[in-house]
């Protein structure tokens, strides 16, 4: 285990008001990912980081924004929260291997309501 | 990032292997193939990833063919818990985080 935890687990808010869900890693990992999850669409990247303040946008990046201030932290910010940001959103880091490919390991997910 | 195709359901009978097939025709040479699996409504989980030849973990084995054009991925005693979405993915080793796509996958229901 890989050391990901994802807080909170479950929330419900109303649009318009914003949202923080955060990822918190313990083994010093570079790379971390944001990705949502729909019926339809599967896991889509919504932000990347690679390093402490060093941040990247993926495929559906509009409506969220991130922050790293630390290492061992990614937090995923809503500004104002809409109806179709209601989704199951997990954090993942990259790990590397003997082999020299990467892999990543999910945290156990955040699921969002968004009323 | 080569584009994967993947059957969208296979059962399985539990304790009978549970052979998942995936195609990847247009890989490039330095491209990996990634099993993932996603049980529902948890985090997907890596279980295993080759490059050219045949690889086994304690999870599963990796068959991958000899033009690396297809690859399938065995799990020998398939169990109840083993039912879950199996992802095929074709990835650089050190591709952008964007090329990491996961498509829809299989779902492999392992029955009684």
């Known amino acids: 285990d890989a050391g990901i935890t994802q807080s909170p687990r479950h929330k419900v808010t109303e649009t318009g008001t914003p949202v923080t869900l955060r990822c918190h890693q313990t083994?010093?990992?570079?790379?971390m990912y944001w990705y949502r999850q729909d019926p339809g669409h599967g896991l889509r990247l919504i932000h990347y980081s690679y390093g402490v303040k060093d941040t990247d946008k993926g495929e559906v990046s509009d409506g969220y924004s991130v922050s790293r201030s630390k290492t061992e932290d990614f937090l995923l910010t809503l500004e104002s929260a809409t109806s179709s940001q209601t989704s199951v959103y997990f954090c993942a880091i990259s790990v590397g291997t003997i082999s020299g490919a990467n892999v990543l390991t999910f945290g156990a997910g955040s699921r969002l309501t968004v009323l | 990032d080569a584009k994967t195709t993947q059957p969208p359901s296979m059962d399985c009978a539990e304790g009978r292997a549970a052979n998942l097939p995936c195609n990847h025709s247009?890989?490039?040479?330095?491209?990996?193939v990634y099993w993932y699996r996603q049980i529902h409504s948890q985090g997907p989980q890596y279980i295993i990833h080759?490059?050219?030849n045949n690889e086994t973990n304690e999870m599963a084995s990796l068959i991958i063919t000899e033009d690396r054009k297809s690859s399938t991925l065995i799990l020998p005693h398939a169990t109840l818990r083993d039912t879950a979405v199996y992802y095929c993915?074709?990835?650089?080793?050190?591709?952008?985080?964007?090329?990491?796509?996961f498509g829809s996958g299989t779902q492999l229901t392992v029955l009684p």
């Open positions: 993915i074709v990835r650089v080793a050190s591709g952008s985080a964007r090329q990491l796509t």
């Open positions: 080759g490059l050219k």
């Open positions: 083994e010093n990992h570079r790379y």
């Open positions: 247009t890989i490039s040479g330095n491209e990996y």
